[in-house]
Every structure is written in C-alpha cells, then in structure tokens.
C-alpha cells in the first residue's frame, strides 16, 4: 500500500507537470521550433521606367532608376540568400514609351518576370487602356513563353457582374485572367519558409481608374475572407499582401493601414499607389507596412524572423538607392533595348518622330515633382505644360478659329520633369505618359469644352480648397489666374479671379459668359473624384460651345482630321517651336524670330549693361534689339508699356531707405510699370509703411528683398566702381553705397 501511495504521489507530481506546461505549448506552431528567417526585395509604382533616367533628386539633377540596375541588386541579394522573395505592389506600366506597346509586347510585366520577382499586382493605371488593352497585355505576357510573375488580386466582384449581367470587357478581362492564372492569393516557397501573398486593389486606386469595367469588393472585407481561407486550407509561416491602396498622412484615410489594423494575420503589407517612399515601415500590431517611392528610384529591402509565438520581426529594413553607383546588368539592358525598339517603328513613326529626337535645348531649371506635391504654388513645370496646350490647338491646321480662354494640367498627371540639357521626344512623353483615347492610340487627347465664368471661379476655388487635401488636383493653368487666402475658410479661399491676354491684359470674367477650356480627357474624366473632395458644395459641368452639357467627353477630343491631338504631342510641339529652324541663331515662336526690344538710355552708362545683356540672350537663341533713347523719352515708354525689356536707373535715395525703391512693385503702386502682383510682398509693403522700429523695418525689407528675388521680378545691375576724395578740411561727406549724388546739403566745412 505504501508502495502504491508513493508510485500515485509521482504520477500525480508528473500530471500536474504536464498541465502547467500545456498552455505554454497549444499556441506554438510546429514550424517555430526552429528559428525561420526570410528577405525580401520589393517595388512598387515602376511606371513602365525600364530605363534610367534623368531628373531631380533634393535639387540636383540625377541619373536614376533603370530595370538593369535593378537586375543587378537582386543578383546580388540573391547571391547571399538564394531564396529572397521579390515582390511588386502594382502599377507596374504607364509612364514611358515604352507603354505605347504595353498591349502587344507587356514590356514591362515580362521584365519583372526577367528580374526575377515571385509576384506582383493589378494598379490602377494598368487599366489606363482600357479592358481590351489590359486583356491583350495579359494574353501577350503569357503568350510570350517567357517566365513571368504570378499576379493576384482577391477582391473583383465577379459574383456582382455576373448578376447584372459581364459587358464584353469584363469578358474580355475573365478571359484574360484565367489564361494567365491570376488568383486571389498564391503561396510561395523560400527555403523553409511557406509564404501565402495575398493581392488587393484599393478604393482611392479604383477612384483614379476612370476607364476600369471591373466591379470590385470592399478591400478590407476581402482580404479578410482570404485570410481566412488561407488559415483554412493552406499551412503557411506567414501572410504578405502586395496592395494597391495606399498610406496617406492621415492616419484614419490611410487605406493599408486600415488594413493592417482590421486584419492582424497579415504580417507583411508591400504598399503602392501613393508612390510613398517609407524610411522606416510603419507598425501596427504584428503587420509592418513598407514602401519605396515611385519610378525605380529605389529597391525596398527586407528581413523578417519569426518570433516563439508564430509571428515575424522586422530585423532589417533599407530602401537601396538604384543610381549611378549601381553598374547595370548588360543582358537586362540588351533585352530593354530590344523592347525599346519597337517603339520607333510601331508608334512613333505615326507622329513623325524618334524617341531620341531633339525638341529643345534647355537651360532652365524646372520644379520637380516633389516640389509639385508640397508646394501650393505657381510652378513653371506645370505652366509650360498650359502653355504648350494652347499653343497646339491655336497653331493647329485644323484650327477653327475659336480661342481658348484657358488650359489647364492638374499636377497629378504631370509623370516626370524636364533636366537642363538636350529635351528629347521620350523626355517629353514621360513628362505626360497616361492613357489612350478613344482611338485606341497610346496617350490622352486633348478635349474642347465651355464653363461659366461662375464655374472657372469654382475651379480656382478647387485649387485653393481642395488640393491641400488632394495634391494631385493642384491646378496650373495658362490664361486663369487667381489669389487666394490659405488662411479663410474651406470653399471660401480665393479672393481675386481673372483672365489674361499673352500681353498680359487683365480681363474680367463674366459669371454668367461661356469660357472655351482645354485640358487632357483624364482630367475630364477625373472631374467627379474631385468633386467629391468638395462634399458636394462644388460642382462643374463641362458643356459644348452652346452650352449644352456634354453626355461622354471622349466625344470631345480635339481632332486633326481623324486624328486626335495627343496632350504629350502639344508639349512636343510647343517645344519644338523653341527651335532656330533657319539656322540663323535665332530661336523661333509660332513661326516667327523671338526679338526682344530693349530700352534704355545713355546715362549712368546703362548702354554698356543692355549690350552685355543683349549677347548673354543671343547665346540662348533670342534676338534683342537695343533702343537706346534720351531719358525722358525712355521714361514715357516704360510708363505706356511699349517694352520688353527696360532699364531704370532707381535708387534707395539719400537716406538710404528702400521704401521708394520697393514701390517699384507693390500692386497699388503707380510705379509699378511691370504690373508685379505678389499679394505676400504687397501686405509686407503695407507693413513697412507704418512701421518705424528700425530693426523690424530691416527684417520686413530682407523679406521684400527675397520675394524680388525669388519671383526674379527685377534683374539688379552692380554699377562700376566709384571714388569720393576729401580732405580732412570738409565734413558730411559719408556717401550711401547705393547713392550718387555726391553734393548734398550735409556736407560742410570741418570745424
């Protein structure tokens, strides 16, 4: 008995052992009795920039990005760990030439195949050429032999189109799909790791999809159902999802990290669409976020380990810089140029142009696109572009004579900026590379349509209003001009409107007056997503010049013969009408010689800075044509007008005190010849005037001094070196720097 006891005693110890130590064993999977470890190399929003290219990085002009440094960096990764998983998050085509053959040779997805990415998804601007494009992409991927990446989105509402019945797109794009094999998730296999990926195409990406037939379902919803079927049927180590929707600073409106937040299980979000470049991932819970910006710039790198409890760590993350320092990969590079090609010949040659054709020689120092996307201002990148679309249609041979009032580009379809040096055909095409029309041409047309002068206000009213909210709807127009006070209330923010001649007249607009308008049919198309960042308080009818309400805008397009003018072949145009075609030095604008007059008078030696002026301005292919004149003369002209260049010799005068000076250009000034408006300059202006603390004064005239220069609203000549010599005899002789009266009142014999 004792015996028993003692045995029952033990077996009670050990049952008791075994109970303790189970809750700490249920929840650890199997796979986590070793330690497991994966890297992952990822992109997103490549835009079709197979090659490397040339723009502005934090102010200086870079060579970067290019799929064959991209080759060599994951050459490299994978030299270390074989099994790194590649992935993309979409929007892998439309934003070079290279898109123009994007439904016959899928470019751009078989190159991601040649790189060597596992999987990737379906953008927004993958159905930019609409279904049949999208569908013909696909089947030419496939069709092509060639290794290409598994693709997968889980959210399109099949079950909802077949209901209402599949149009012949949605057709088209089923068939598509099943030919490729896209799917709602894949797993994939890296060494001893077991990863499901999961695609998802968000709400905003569906918003910027004007041309897309697909239905889709909740992102956050669907992914959580495939989640779900992923833990049911599959036995996996971890959950990336490669999704299309996106960070914004607001936290509650950033889509991926709803998503992160309502599906914990995921443990790796690649986020594209809003082309964020994250220097460290964001967290939520157990899911990291991760983007790399836009273009190719950079390659996303990764590693993660699983932790006891099933989940993963990030250990290492680094965004790799793709730059010149990175040496391309030949053979990726002989098979882009092979690619590139087909270019020249299948579309180009329409247009009568070569992708390395020379429009322009630039020596101007455009704004980047950063600088488009936070700074609420006027941007000569964006001006150029409102220009060149007037220019085009009014220069058009098919011209009807009807004159447009306004063009506008809004910044969200501005895709590159232009460097110093050499502006080709491609430089031009990246700058707008978007879309097809309706005449199944690569690029966007132009459309014609009318707004009242009540609307184009609203428009300005978009502008200052919404953009801050939706940066891709700031707005840069040629012939509208508008001021606004950031600091007023939503929808109330803009307090001047008005039209302009190329002479710079300032016309008043009608509210009630049809105004011809031009833009880019995305633009057109995009019209109903801004309006709803207004809540519905703004709203913009496109009408035809009777001012009938246009039903399908495509209708609209401006049309050479049965061609449609492309919105990148108005931008080439005008830049190439920037060309000395005559050879004689002389650059030429609609058709004629850029000559400048240049007025001025013999003294102070004014002569000698206009002749300096006139050859810096011949290096740059503009005539200037000196008129030199007596002074009163000179004076009468300025004050008319009748100019385009002028020299005033101006002083701060004997005291010292620019305040006369700076008149030159505050707004209500009758010495503003120049008509410089800058509403910042003229409260500053008002500020000076009644201010006579004299270091409040200096700082207020530091801040005019710097709008001149940064608006380069006047060029300052330094006049030639100057000597006054007395004697210890006299007195009151100190001379201002600026000052050349040299008898003045003040001076005095010494006493």
Same mark, same amino acid.
């Given at each position: 008995?004792?015996?028993?006891?003692?045995?029952?005693?033990?077996?009670?110890?050990?049952?008791?052992?075994?109970?303790?130590?189970?809750?700490?064993?249920?929840?650890?999977?199997?796979?986590?009795?070793?330690?497991?470890?994966?890297?992952?190399?990822?992109?997103?929003?490549?835009?079709?920039?197979?090659?490397?290219?040339?723009?502005?990085?934090?102010?200086?002009?870079?060579?970067?990005?290019?799929?064959?440094?991209?080759?060599?960096?994951?050459?490299?990764?994978?030299?270390?760990?074989?099994?790194?998983?590649?992935?993309?998050?979409?929007?892998?085509?439309?934003?070079?030439?290279?898109?123009?053959?994007?439904?016959?040779?899928?470019?751009?997805?078989?190159?991601?195949?040649?790189?060597?990415?596992?999987?990737?998804?379906?953008?927004?601007?993958?159905?930019?050429?609409?279904?049949?494009?999208?569908?013909?992409?696909?089947?030419?991927?496939?069709?092509?032999?060639?290794?290409?990446?598994?693709?997968?989105?889980?959210?399109?509402?099949w079950d909802s189109m077949e209901q209402d019945g599949l149009s012949d797109g949605?057709?088209?794009?089923?068939?598509?799909?099943?030919?490729?094999?896209?799917?709602?998730?894949?797993?994939?296999?890296?060494?001893?790791?077991?990863?499901?990926?999961?695609?998802?195409?968000?709400?905003?990406?569906?918003?910027?999809?004007?041309?897309?037939?697909?239905?889709?379902?909740?992102?956050?919803?669907?992914?959580?159902?495939?989640?779900?079927?992923?833990?049911?049927?599959?036995?996996?180590?971890?959950?990336?999802?490669?999704?299309?929707?996106?960070?914004?600073?607001?936290?509650?409106?950033?889509?991926?990290?709803?998503?992160?937040?309502?599906?914990?299980?995921?443990?790796?979000?690649?986020?594209?669409?809003?082309?964020?470049?994250?220097?460290?991932?964001?967290?939520?819970?157990?899911?990291?976020?991760?983007?790399?910006?836009?273009?190719?710039?950079?390659?996303?790198?990764?590693?993660?380990?699983?932790?006891?409890?099933?989940?993963?760590?990030?250990?290492?993350?680094?965004?790799?810089?793709?730059?010149?320092?990175?040496?391309?990969?030949?053979?990726?590079?002989?098979?882009?140029?092979?690619?590139?090609?087909?270019?020249?010949?299948?579309?180009?040659?329409?247009?009568?142009?070569?992708?390395?054709?020379?429009?322009?020689?630039?020596?101007?120092?455009?704004?980047?696109?950063?600088?488009?996307?936070?700074?609420?201002?006027?941007?000569?990148?964006?001006?150029?572009?409102?220009?060149?679309?007037?220019?085009?249609?009014?220069?058009?041979?098919?011209?009807?004579?009807?004159?447009?009032?306004?063009?506008?580009?809004?910044?969200?379809?501005?895709?590159?900026?232009?460097?110093?040096?050499?502006?080709?055909?491609?430089?031009?095409?990246?700058?707008?590379?978007?879309?097809?029309?309706?005449?199944?041409?690569?690029?966007?047309?132009?459309?014609?349509?009318?707004?009242?002068?009540?609307?184009?206000?609203?428009?300005?009213?978009?502008?200052?209003?919404?953009?801050?909210?939706?940066?891709?709807?700031?707005?840069?127009?040629?012939?509208?001009?508008?001021?606004?006070?950031?600091?007023?209330?939503?929808?109330?923010?803009?307090?001047?409107?008005?039209?302009?001649?190329?002479?710079?007249?300032?016309?008043?607009?009608?509210?009630?007056?049809?105004?011809?308008?031009?833009?880019?049919?995305?633009?057109?198309?995009?019209?109903?997503?801004?309006?709803?960042?207004s809540y519905g308080l703004l709203s913009l009818e496109p009408k035809d010049r009777?001012?009938?309400?246009?039903?399908?805008?495509?209708?609209?397009?401006?049309?050479?013969?049965?061609?449609?003018?492309?919105?990148?072949?108005?931008?080439?145009?005008?830049?190439?009408?920037?060309?000395?075609?005559?050879?004689?030095?002389?650059?030429?604008?609609?058709?004629?010689?850029?000559?400048?007059?240049?007025?001025?008078?013999?003294?102070?030696?004014?002569?000698?800075?206009?002749?300096?002026?006139?050859?810096?301005?011949?290096?740059?292919?503009?005539?200037?044509?000196?008129?030199?004149?007596?002074?009163?003369?000179?004076?009468?002209?300025?004050?008319?007008?009748?100019?385009?260049?002028?020299?005033?010799?101006?002083?701060?005068?004997?005291?010292?005190?620019?305040?006369?000076?700076?008149?030159?250009?505050?707004?209500?000034?009758?010495?503003?010849?120049?008509?410089? =408006?800058?509403?910042?300059?003229?409260?500053?202006?008002?500020?000076?005037?009644?201010?006579?603390?004299?270091? =409040?004064?200096?700082?207020?005239?530091?801040?005019?001094?710097?709008?001149?220069?940064?608006?380069?609203?006047?060029?300052?000549?330094?006049?030639?070196?100057?000597?006054?010599?007395?004697?210890?005899?006299?007195?009151?002789?100190?001379?201002?720097?600026?000052?050349?009266?040299?008898?003045?009142?003040?001076?005095?014999?010494?006493?």
């Amino acid at each position: 008995m004792k015996t028993r006891k003692k045995i029952s005693a033990r077996l009670l110890a050990i049952m008791l052992a075994v109970t303790l130590l189970l809750p700490l064993t249920w929840n650890v999977p199997v796979e986590a009795a070793e330690t497991k470890q994966i890297d992952v190399l990822f992109s997103h929003d490549t835009h079709s920039h197979l090659n490397s290219f040339s723009t502005i990085v934090d102010g200086e002009q870079k060579e970067v990005g290019g799929f064959a440094r991209i080759k060599t960096l994951i050459d490299e990764k994978k030299q270390e760990d074989p099994d790194t998983l590649v992935l993309d998050g979409g929007d892998f085509s439309m934003g070079t030439l290279i898109q123009t053959v994007y439904d016959t040779e899928a470019a751009e997805l078989r190159m991601l195949g040649y790189l060597g990415y596992d999987v990737t998804t379906l953008g927004n601007h993958e159905y930019d050429y609409r279904s049949k494009g999208l569908a013909n992409m696909l089947e030419a991927a496939k069709d092509s032999g060639e290794t290409v990446p598994a693709l997968v989105v889980c959210n399109v509402d099949w079950d909802s189109m077949e209901q209402d019945g599949l149009s012949d797109g949605q057709k088209q794009i089923r068939s598509a799909f099943e030919a490729y094999g896209v799917k709602d998730y894949v797993v994939v296999q890296k060494g001893d790791v077991k990863a499901a990926v999961v695609g998802v195409f968000g709400k905003d990406a569906l918003e910027c999809a004007p041309t897309c037939e697909l239905k889709f379902k909740d992102p956050v919803e669907a992914v959580k159902q495939t989640v779900e079927e992923i833990r049911k049927n599959e036995k996996v180590d971890m959950i990336a999802c490669v999704s299309h929707g996106g960070t914004w600073e607001d936290e509650n409106k950033s889509e991926d990290e709803i998503l992160a937040k309502e599906v914990p299980d995921i443990d790796l979000i690649i986020s594209g669409h809003t082309h964020t470049e994250l220097k460290e991932a964001i967290q939520h819970g157990n899911t990291y976020i991760v983007s790399c910006g836009e273009y190719g710039r950079n390659l996303g790198s990764l590693s993660m380990t699983q932790k006891q409890d099933g989940r993963w760590e990030l250990t290492s993350y680094e965004l790799i810089p793709v730059s010149e320092d990175v040496k391309p990969d030949q053979a990726t590079q002989e098979q882009i140029d092979a690619l590139m090609d087909t270019v020249d010949k299948n579309y180009l040659a329409d247009f009568g142009y070569t992708r390395e054709e020379v429009l322009a020689e630039n020596d101007v120092e455009f704004n980047s696109l950063e600088e488009m996307g936070t700074k609420h201002e006027e941007l000569n990148l964006g001006d150029i572009m409102s220009d060149a679309y007037i220019y085009a249609v009014e220069n058009s041979e098919y011209y009807d004579g009807d004159p447009v009032d306004v063009a506008v580009v809004p910044s969200g379809t501005v895709r590159d900026t232009y460097t110093k040096g050499d502006i080709t055909v491609e430089d031009v095409f990246n700058s707008f590379s978007l879309g097809i029309g309706k005449d199944g041409v690569a690029g966007y047309p132009l459309i014609s349509a009318y707004l009242t002068g009540k609307e184009l206000k609203l428009a300005a009213e978009v502008d200052a209003s919404v953009s801050d909210f939706m940066t891709t709807a700031r707005l840069y127009c040629s012939g509208l001009n508008f001021a606004y006070n950031p600091h007023r209330m939503i929808l109330n923010k803009v307090t001047d409107c008005y039209l302009t001649r190329t002479d710079g007249e300032r016309i008043e607009i009608q509210d009630d007056k049809l105004y011809h308008v031009v833009t880019d049919l995305y633009t057109g198309q995009m019209l109903g997503s801004v309006m709803k960042m207004s809540y519905g308080l703004l709203s913009l009818e496109p009408k035809d010049r009777d001012g009938n309400p246009i039903e399908n805008l495509e209708d609209q397009a401006i049309m050479e013969g049965d061609r449609e003018l492309k919105a990148w072949d108005a931008i080439a145009r005008y830049m190439q009408s920037f060309k000395d075609t005559d050879g004689d030095g002389i650059r030429e604008m609609n058709g004629k010689n850029i000559s400048l007059r240049y007025i001025t008078y013999e003294n102070r030696r004014l002569s000698d800075f206009a002749q300096a002026i006139q050859t810096q301005l011949k290096d740059l292919g503009i005539d200037v044509k000196i008129d030199s004149m007596n002074a009163d003369k000179e004076w009468n002209l300025m004050v008319a007008g009748e100019y385009d260049l002028c020299d005033s010799n101006w002083i701060t005068v004997g005291n010292g005190d620019p305040t006369e000076y700076l008149a030159n250009w505050y707004g209500k000034s009758d010495a503003n010849f120049c008509n410089y =408006k800058n509403d910042k300059f003229d409260k500053l202006y008002e500020q000076l005037e009644t201010e006579f603390d004299e270091a =409040k004064r200096a700082k207020i005239i530091e801040q005019l001094q710097q709008i001149l220069i940064d608006d380069a609203a006047v060029v300052v000549h330094g006049y030639y070196n100057s000597s006054i010599i007395s004697d210890k005899t006299v007195t009151g002789a100190d001379i201002h720097t600026a000052d050349y009266y040299w008898l003045t009142t003040e001076i005095a014999p010494a006493k």
